[in-house]
């Protein structure tokens, strides 16, 4: 799990399911709509 | 009309609505989907963060993964998908999570909401009431170290008295069911009122679903006109001001916004003329907000404050907030870089076996 995580975080997971979701994580951009309290 | 019938003013003036996804983005859990990583419930427990949260808490989603890189186990209870991930806790401390056995080093309770669960139909009140009680022993469970007081314990009243106990200034305020009787404590500031919930700024009427309670500038005609109300809020003198902070302190470092903003909901309602830029707090700002820290018992918190042409002015303390949005605008990282030294040194101290790097 941790080498995968390295390769999330520097955007070289690429390919299958893997692939799928680095591309979905990067692309979620940070909103408010959450209950900042 | 009767106070049974009448909607109280701070939800007359809210419209604002959102849904929350419960599909989760984090990334040790989504290990398991991907055959990465298999539960062994009869494995030894492992070292771990545990997070009760929501499945949209993207703070956690990042912090999930830059733990996994470190090889620190981050173990996550949703509370919009805890009804599906099986829980059981065994009385040596052990907790097991989706079928592998955790032992916690930490714990951080967030945005587990009772109103986010997605309880069978009919069985409602027993889910919620089971799961508030499982909160009540996680956070007294003297095992586990937290990264923070719980928020319901630290309600704004209690913030504000806080503040001023350590000598910062805080708006004056009434708490009250009939907004109308605030004003003769008040009396009539030129900038009118500002309407604000005690506890949370949102409603979570059916699970996902979020409507806002944001405060709210008020007149003292509207205050006039409404009648007495079901439940108590808190009517504040509106204090002029240029500009606000949003503080994060973060262990022992200090990560400084400025907010620009012309109204209180622009944060959801506007965010593209939110301007957010990294600033550096005055020392004895900071010096107060980390004495209320020491003593509210938080880790992390996000602070917010009116700067006006003297002086500044503590609004409230977000024990729950977030800071990707902050960073985002900002361009920054500065936060999620201390939150995750704070944590891995937290785990680390809780758990001597552990070497960074090595996982």
């Known amino acids: 799990m941790q080498e995968i995580a390295k390769l999330v975080l520097a955007g070289t997971a690429d390919?299958?399911?893997l692939g799928e979701y680095a591309r979905e994580y990067a692309s979620v951009s940070p909103n408010h709509d959450k209950k900042d309290n | 009309m009767g106070v049974e019938t009448a909607l109280p003013l701070l939800m007359r003036m809210n419209s604002y609505s959102c849904a929350l996804s419960n599909r989760t983005m984090d990334f040790q859990q989504r290990m398991f989907d991907f055959g990465v990583h298999r539960a062994d419930p009869d494995a030894p427990a492992v070292p771990c963060v545990?997070?009760?949260?929501?499945?949209?808490?993207?703070?956690?989603?990042?912090?999930?993964?830059?733990l996994a890189a470190k090889g620190v186990r981050l173990a996550r209870i949703d509370g919009d998908r805890c009804v599906d991930v099986p829980v059981s806790v065994v009385d040596d401390g052990r907790i097991t999570v989706a079928g592998e056995p955790f032992a916690p080093r930490l714990m951080w309770l967030r945005h587990f909401d009772l109103t986010a669960i997605?309880?069978?139909?009919?069985?409602?009140e027993y889910v919620a009431g089971q799961w508030d009680a499982f909160l009540a022993w996680a956070v007294a469970n003297p095992g586990w170290r937290l990264v923070n007081r719980p928020a319901r314990e630290l309600d704004r009243l209690t913030q504000l008295d806080g503040a001023r106990r350590a000598g910062l200034t805080v708006p004056r305020t009434v708490l009250t069911t009939e907004p109308r009787r605030s004003l003769s404590a008040l009396g009539d500031p030129s900038g009118g009122y500002v309407l604000k919930p005690?506890?949370?700024?949102?409603?979570?009427?059916?699970?996902?679903?979020?409507?806002?309670?944001?405060?709210?500038?008020?007149?003292?005609?509207?205050?006039?006109?409404?009648?007495?109300?079901?439940?108590?809020?808190?009517?504040?003198?509106?204090?002029?001001?240029?500009?606000?902070?949003?503080?994060?302190?973060?262990?022992?470092?200090?990560?400084s916004f400025r907010v620009d903003k012309r109204s209180a909901e622009d944060l959801w309602t506007d965010p593209e003329s939110v301007r957010v830029t990294p600033v550096e707090a005055p020392g004895r700002l900071v010096a107060a907000l980390r004495g209320l820290c020491a003593s509210w018992g938080l880790g992390v918190a996000a602070f917010d404050l009116l700067v006006t042409e003297d002086d500044?002015?503590?609004?409230?303390?977000?024990?729950?907030?977030?800071?990707?949005?902050?960073?985002?605008?900002?361009?920054?990282?500065?936060?999620s870089e201390a939150v995750l030294r704070y944590v891995t040194g937290a785990f680390s101290a809780a758990d001597p076996a552990f070497s960074e790097g090595t996982g």
């Open chain 1, 15 to 17: 390919g299958g399911a």
């Open chain 2, 50 to 66: 545990l997070v009760l949260t929501r499945a949209a808490d993207r703070e956690m989603d990042a912090l999930s993964l830059e």
């Open chain 2, 118 to 124: 997605p309880a069978p139909a009919g069985h409602g």
């Open chain 2, 198 to 255: 005690l506890g949370s700024h949102w409603l979570e009427p059916e699970p996902g679903s979020l409507r806002s309670l944001f405060p709210r500038r008020v007149s003292r005609a509207d205050l006039l006109a409404g009648g007495p109300e079901a439940g108590p809020a808190l009517v504040q003198e509106f204090v002029e001001s240029d500009h606000e902070l949003r503080i994060f302190i973060v262990g022992d470092e200090v990560v």
């Open chain 2, 312 to 335: 500044y002015v503590f609004l409230e303390v977000n024990v729950t907030g977030d800071w990707l949005w902050f960073e985002h605008r900002a361009g920054s990282a500065s936060v």
